[in-house]
Nanobody, 121 residues
C-alpha cells in the first residue's frame, strides 16, 4: 500500500503562487495515474486535476485550467501541483491521490492526509 504525504501548503496573497508536493513511500507510483483534490470548508471534496502515467498528459477541472499545473518526477516518486494566480476561492485542504488505473481518471483509490492552502484577498 502506497502512502502519500503532501507538503507545501500555507498562506498566500491573492495572485500569488504555491507549489504543493506529494511524496510517495511504500511502493512506486510510476505506473499509476495521480491526481489532486481539494476540500473547502463546508463543501464536498472536489477533483482538481490528474496526470496520466503512460504519457504524462494532464487534465484539469475547469476552474483551475490555465492556472494550475501538475507534474511528476518518477525518479523521486513524487507528484507536484504548481498553483499560480491564486484566488481566495482556491482556499481549501489539498489532497494528493492515487487514481484508478484508466486514462483521465477522476476516481481516487487512496489519499494523503492533506495540506492547507489559504489565499487571502
Amino acid at each position: 500500500q502506497v502512502q502519500l504525504v503532501e507538503s507545501g501548503g500555507g498562506l498566500v496573497q491573492a495572485g500569488g503562487s504555491l507549489r504543493l508536493s506529494c511524496a510517495a513511500s511504500g511502493g512506486t507510483i510510476r505506473t499509476y495515474p495521480m491526481g489532486w483534490f481539494r476540500q473547502a470548508p463546508g463543501k464536498e471534496r472536489e477533483f482538481v486535476g490528474g496526470i496520466n502515467w503512460s504519457d504524462g498528459t494532464t487534465y484539469y477541472e475547469d476552474s483551475v485550467k490555465g492556472r494550475f499545473i501538475i507534474t511528476r518526477d518518477n525518479a523521486k516518486n513524487a507528484v507536484y501541483l504548481h498553483m499560480n494566480s491564486l484566488k481566495p476561492e482556491d482556499t481549501a485542504v489539498y489532497y494528493c491521490a492515487v487514481l484508478s488505473s484508466y486514462r483521465d481518471s477522476r476516481v481516487p483509490d487512496s489519499w494523503g492526509q492533506g495540506t492547507q492552502v489559504t489565499v487571502s484577498s
